[in-house]
Every structure is written in C-alpha cells, then in structure tokens.
C-alpha cells in the first residue's frame, strides 16, 4: 500500500531539505478518475515525492491504485535508470470558503448563441467543454476550475458552483485511507473560516506526517500569513508553506513563474518556521529560473506542478483512449514508459542538482 513508513517520510523531508521537492498538483476539483490514476502511476515512476489529490473517495482510491501499480513496477523503472520514489506522500486538497480552485464551471448549453464559434470549447485546457452526441457543455469531472472560459463567453453564460470541503468529514477517512498529508486552501478575507478548519485539524496532526498551507498572492499576503501563523505555531509537525502565486496558470507560457517566485522571497523573509514550496504557475522554466537566482535550497524547498504536468502527459493518455476501453496503463509499456519520459522531463531538473 501506500502508506507511509518512517524511512520513506525522511525521504520525502529529505527532498524538502534539498530543495528537490516535486509535488504532483492532480487538481483539488479535478475528478477524471482513469487520469487520476494514470497521473499518479506516471509521475510516480518518475520520482515524485507526493501526489495532491481532490477531496473525494473515488479519486483516493484511484490515485493509489495508480501509486500500487508504480510500486509493483518500480523495479523496471530503475532498470530504465529512473530514480523512482517508491511511496510519494497523499496529500489531500481542503478549503475554508470560496476559492477557485474548489469549483466548477457550468452553463446551459441551449441558451448558447446558435451561431457561436466555441470559444469556450477551444480554451479550456481540461477539454472539459464539449458539443456531441454524449455530451452538451461542461463534463463536470474534467473541469477544474480555471475559468479560462468564463469572460470569453460572448453572452456571458457560464458561472460556477464552488464547493467547500468539510475538514471533519476528510479527516475521519484517516481509518480508511492512508492519507500522509492534508493541505488547507485559504485567502486573505477568511481568518475565521480558517480558524475553524484549524480547530479541526489540529487535534488530527497525530495521525499526519505532513501539513500544508496554500494561500494566493497578493500584496498584502504577508500580513494574512502572518495571522495565520500566529494562530498555529508551534506545529508539531513539518509544515510547508504553498506560495500559489498564479493559481491553475502553468500551462500558459514563461511569463506565469515570476509571481511565486517572488512571493517565496517575500516569505522566507518572514522568517516563518516550515518549507517553502512554490505553485501557481510553475513550468518546465521554473527550475533553471531558480538556479539562475541561486534560490535552491536557501529559498525555496519545492516546487509543486499542477497544470503544465497534466498537459505534459495528455497525449500519452489520449493515445491510451484510443487504443483500449480501460485505464490501464501498464499494459501498454511503450506508452506507460512515454508518459514517466515525458514526466520525467518535469521532474529531472529538480532532482538532479
Ligand atoms: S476552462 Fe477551466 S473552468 Fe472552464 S470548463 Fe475548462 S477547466 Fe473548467
Ligand atoms: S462561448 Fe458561450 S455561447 Fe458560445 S458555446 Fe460557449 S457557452 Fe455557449
């Protein structure tokens, strides 16, 4: 199983001391649950340290049964020269309130422009906007929420239903899924709403191996984070601050790594105890950017990809739908071992250092 032994916990605090840190983003609403676990198989054959999953059972149980499968296999892995991790932490995505990474689009597809061209369908990155036979709109397990499509509608049409994660509820599934790490989404704005969540999951840190908080930037930031911390220290347990700086952006080019980078220097000069993990629009730029600043490990401990390592193996998992009915992507080796290639170019500049 997954779950997370001692000397596999001192490896994932290992990378974090080095600064190699590669957290797998899969999507806090992301539910397609056959790239679930094939992200989850891929990337970690490819070394990741933890896989950051949505609050939901489905999506638990198929991203370790894709870490299953990568341990079965770990060891053509190694004879492929990939320095795999074995067991990555599960890290489980909560909220204190509104937040967008926490939502859905949704519109109504016969109050659409009959002679529209779709810009909504070509933006999204999730292809979670579809007009066929099997389906008119959004898919909803596909969409994570970006909101790429909102503003481009022209008869402003789709909105969103955001969904807030009940931290008890998440937290009681400690007795059945071996669940290492929880991380809490907040914002400046939600002081109490966190407080709340903290009650809660303060009195579970026994049962975690890890805590993080994820907070968006802004130029006040600091005053927020510094409430927070506050309210929580000491923590018994490793902390990692989530510098989200364009949250849901890693996919879009360069330019979107420069915000998280800069709000890690804001950080690490509070001085708050914890890791500093960047996210919001990290990239296959984002490494050689923190080399060249000279940021690793002094800096920053991490780097978490959500978006840019979903589209990285989206042709590897296209090709598996179009070749089977199953999800298995194991059976398939030439493909399986495309996809930890293509992950792997992801991950490589952080572990080799
Ligand atoms: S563009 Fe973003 S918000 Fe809109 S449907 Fe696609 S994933 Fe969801
Ligand atoms: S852009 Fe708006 S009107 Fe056009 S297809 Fe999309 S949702 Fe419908």
Same mark, same amino acid.
């Given at each position: 199983m997954a779950s997370l032994t001692k000397s596999n916990l001192l490896t994932a605090l290992d990378s974090l001391s080095r600064g190699n840190w590669f957290k797998l983003?899969?999507?806090?609403?992301?539910?397609?649950?056959?790239?679930?676990?094939?992200?989850?198989?891929?990337?970690?054959?490819?070394?990741a340290d933890c896989i950051d999953v949505a609050a939901d059972k489905a999506v638990i149980n198929s991203a370790l049964e894709g870490i299953k499968v990568a341990q079965k296999i770990s060891s053509e892995a190694i004879a492929l020269g990939y320095k795999t991790h074995k067991n990555p932490l599960l890290m489980?995505?909560?909220?204190?309130?509104?937040?967008?990474?926490?939502?859905?689009?949704?519109?109504?597809?016969?109050?659409?422009l009959t002679n529209c061209t779709r810009p909504c369908e070509s933006i999204c990155p999730a292809e979670a906007i579809t007009f066929n036979q099997i389906n008119q709109g959004v898919i909803e397990e596909l969409c994570y929420g970006c909101g790429r499509c909102i503003p481009i509608c022209p008869v402003d049409i789709i909105e969103t239903e955001s969904k807030i994660v009940p931290a008890a509820d998440v937290l009681q599934w400690l007795d059945i899924f071996p669940m290492d790490a929880i991380e809490i989404h907040t914002q400046e704005g939600h002081f109490e709403h966190f407080q709340a969540v903290w009650q809660?999951?303060?009195s579970y840190l026994p049962q975690l191996k890890l805590i993080a908080i994820s907070c968006p #930037? =802004?130029?006040?930031?600091?005053?927020? %984070?510094?409430? &927070?911390?506050?309210?929580?220290?000491?923590?018994?347990i490793p902390l990692i601050w989530q510098t989200d700086g364009r949250p849901m952006s890693g996919d879009i080019g360069d330019g979107t790594i420069?915000?998280?980078?800069?709000?890690?220097?804001?950080?690490?000069?509070?001085?708050?105890?914890?890791?500093?993990?960047?996210?919001?629009?990290?990239?296959? #730029? =984002?490494?050689?950017?923190?080399?060249? %600043?000279?940021? &690793?490990?002094?800096?920053v401990n991490g780097v978490a990809y959500g978006s840019k390592a979903r589209k990285l193996i989206a042709d590897t998992l296209h090709q598996l739908e179009s070749i089977c009915d199953?999800?298995?992507?194991?059976?398939?080796?030439?493909?399986?071992?495309?996809?930890?290639?293509?992950?792997?170019?992801?991950v490589k500049p952080l572990k080799v250092q």
């Open positions: 983003i899969c999507g806090a609403s992301y539910q397609h649950l056959p790239s679930i676990r094939n992200l989850a198989l891929v990337y970690t054959l490819a070394g489980i995505s909560i909220n204190d309130g509104e937040d967008p990474h926490f939502r859905k689009a949704i519109f109504n597809p016969n109050q659409c809660t999951v303060k #930037y =802004t130029t006040t930031v600091t005053e927020y %984070l510094t409430k &927070i911390y506050q309210l929580i220290s000491p923590v018994e420069h915000l998280t980078i800069k709000y890690a220097q804001q950080v690490k000069k509070m001085n708050l105890s914890g890791f500093i993990q960047l996210a919001g629009g990290t990239n296959e #730029y =984002t490494v050689q950017k923190l080399h060249s %600043l000279h940021l &690793i490990p002094e800096i199953h999800n298995q992507l194991e059976l398939y080796p030439d493909l399986l071992w495309q996809g930890v290639q293509q992950a792997r170019e992801l």
